[in-house]
Nanobody
Framework: QVQLVESGGGLVQAGGSLRLSCTLS????????MGWFRQAPGKERGFVTT????????YYADSVKGRFTITRDSAKNTVYLHMNSLRPTDTAVYYC???????????????????WGQGTQVTVSS
């Protein structure tokens, strides 16, 4: 059974940094993408970033460009989300996701992704 296991959330002050990690266990496909969405209280889940595990091409939401970086370790089926210059508006539950394609047709749509982690809380205090 395919599973996504996330770690690394927590509490940080504004301007600080955090790193999230997510490992895809028992992948049954060779070409896939992994990424992150987030959901703040009272808001819909929104796209953060995604990366092709085969080619390394990455996509970012405008709100995190220049502050967040996604990297991958394909040998470990793991992605990392490096979050810098964090803001209180980044507070949310962050969900790791994966899709059995090189990249989704529409990377920003949650409907394009097949697998989801349980989520990890990131709280940024002002």
């Amino acid at each position: 059974q395919v599973q996504l296991v996330e770690s690394g959330g927590g509490l940080v002050q504004a301007g600080g940094s955090l790193r999230l990690s997510c490992t895809l266990s028992r992948p049954t496909f060779s070409n896939y993408a992994m990424g992150w969405f987030r959901q703040a209280p009272g808001k819909e889940r929104g796209f953060v970033t995604t990366i092709s595990m085969s080619f390394g091409s990455a996509y970012y939401a405008d709100s995190v460009k220049g502050r967040f970086t996604i990297t991958r370790d394909s040998a470990k089926n793991t992605v990392y989300l490096h979050m810098n210059s964090l803001r209180p508006t980044d507070t949310a539950v962050y969900y790791c996701t994966a899709v059995d394609r090189v990249t989704p047709t529409k990377v920003t749509s949650g409907d394009e992704y097949d697998y989801w982690g349980q989520g990890t809380q990131v709280t940024v205090s002002s």
